[in-house]
């Protein structure tokens, strides 16, 4: 489960849903206030009002048309039976009726109203301005008002305006909540996999790496986690190679020790051998007596091997410039391989390295021996000096045929060699010096075609500040 995520999550709903219902009510209350249609009822009041007050006028607008027609003061327009295809409407409709009188609005939007009388064959129409008086203005506009009032009741807009304004609140909300999902995953994802890191560092797994490509603290977290892992893991490897240093140097001190006491014994009687037989068989026993001896002899020189390889030699760490050391030991080994080509490339500026002189010119004297075996004649060597990562490498090179996975598995693992001048410790030996000296060998890529090694030393930044420019 992805519990940061979730906290995340829970951070926020409990961050924003309270304000949010805070702000909910507050904006409902004031949109009620904003849209209060209580209004309608007065209009509807107001509306039915005029509706009394246009009917009350339109009645004694009529009573007084009426009288006037009665008493004659008002002279009526006369519809005579002979004219009767061009009589009006109205006075047709009311002619063909059986009413004795009837009142017709008439004019521009009822400002007219005319009476209409039978008169034997004739209709007789009196007519009075009613002015402002219009009544199908009147009752037009007193409709409209009354059709608003039934639309504002079917269509309840405080409630229609409450639940948009929660639609659009939600909807934002719920885009918020989404992006948090999506941020909380981003920030939670690393460090999820920065724990199953550190989980699988804790229950062995020294491999275990974390892919980034963040640069904010969380990425530099990682940075920090995979830079902890690599230093772990080379740490550890070193303690277990020392580790089997130690039981290989154990098992060597013993058989040293043991060939030691056998050695002399065979010499010394093969010798005796040699001095009591005959002048006949002397030929023969100084010629088989002088094989015995050289075996032995190379015996002897495998017995010092592991005698140095079993050997804990104190470290005497000194600033030592990989530089001139370099140059010496080429120098030093020329002249023992001129049918091979030697070359350096210095680096300028390099400071000096904290380690033990001896360990270092036996590292690269055991190095360049290789190399110069491996090269074979008018082959190449080359020598590299660079910094890196606060340290030094000294890089050998040669234009050999390489090193096969089979050999690159068990290259540094101490092992008996019968090559005439090796004894198959010569890296192991040189790797231990390293180790000791607080550095290590590692296989690299060869830049001349063969195999290449690199000699990683710590550098010694407190001299190399302090000691003279000499440029």
Do not use: C
């Not at 409709?143 to 039934?150: E, P």
Request: proline share 3%; net charge negative.
């Amino acid at each position: 489960m992805n519990r940061l995520r979730n906290r995340l999550i829970l951070i926020f709903l409990a961050a924003t849903l309270a304000p949010l219902a805070a702000t909910v009510w507050i904006t409902t209350y004031f949109l009620e206030w904003s849209l209060d249609f209580s209004g309608k009822d007065k209009i509807e009041t107001l509306s039915r009002s005029l509706e009394r007050i246009a009917k009350d006028s339109y009645l004694r607008a009529r009573d007084d048309l009426a009288r006037q027609a009665r008493s004659g003061s008002l002279q009526p327009e006369k519809y005579k039976a002979a004219d009767r295809a061009r009589w009006p409407a109205a006075v047709k409709a009311f002619a063909e009726s059986e009413e004795a009188d009837h009142f017709e609005s008439a004019g521009h939007e009822g400002d007219r109203l005319d009476y209409l009388v039978r008169q034997g064959d004739e209709i007789w129409s009196y007519s009075a301005n009613l002015g402002e008086l219009a009544t199908d203005r009147i009752a037009r506009e007193i409709g409209d008002a009354r059709k608003w009032v039934r639309d504002t009741q079917d269509f309840d807009l405080h409630r229609g305006a409450k639940l948009f304004y929660l639609l659009l609140a939600a909807s934002f909300w719920l885009v918020a909540l989404a992006l948090l999902v999506y941020s909380a995953h981003r920030v939670s994802r690393p460090i999820q996999q920065l724990t199953a890191g550190l989980t699988g560092l804790a229950s062995g797994d020294l491999n275990a790496r974390v892919e980034t490509e963040r640069d904010d603290e969380i990425g530099r977290a990682i940075q920090a986690f995979n830079h902890m892992a690599g230093k772990l893991q080379e740490s550890t490897e070193r303690l277990v190679y020392l580790r089997q240093l130690s039981s290989w140097q154990t098992l060597a001190r013993k058989m040293a020790h043991e060939v030691k006491n056998s050695l002399t014994p065979i010499r010394l009687t093969v010798e005796e051998m040699l001095a009591r037989y005959d002048e006949a068989d002397r030929a023969f026993m100084e010629q088989a007596t002088q094989i015995v001896v050289d075996e032995i002899e190379t015996l002897e020189r495998r017995v010092r091997a592991f005698s140095q390889f079993a050997a804990e030699p104190p470290v005497v760490p000194s600033p030592v410039d990989v530089n001139s050391i370099l140059q010496e030991r080429i120098a030093f080994l020329k002249t023992g391989h001129p049918e091979v080509a030697y070359d350096a490339r210095l680096a300028d500026g390099i400071p000096p390295v904290m380690a033990d002189q001896d360990l270092i010119k036996g590292i690269l004297t055991n190095l360049l021996e290789n190399a110069a075996d491996a090269a074979g004649e008018g082959g190449r060597i080359l020598g590299v000096t660079a910094e890196e990562d606060g340290r030094v490498a000294i890089e050998v090179h040669d234009s050999g045929p390489g090193l096969s996975d089979q050999v690159r598995a068990s290259l540094f693992q101490p092992t008996i060699s019968f090559k005439r001048r090796g004894m198959g410790l010569g890296l192991s030996i040189a790797r231990k010096g390293a180790l000791l000296s607080g550095g290590d060998i590692v296989v690299v890529k060869g830049e001349l075609g063969g195999a290449g090694f690199r000699v990683l030393l710590p550098a010694d930044t407190n001299g190399f500040q302090t000691r003279p420019d000499r440029g």
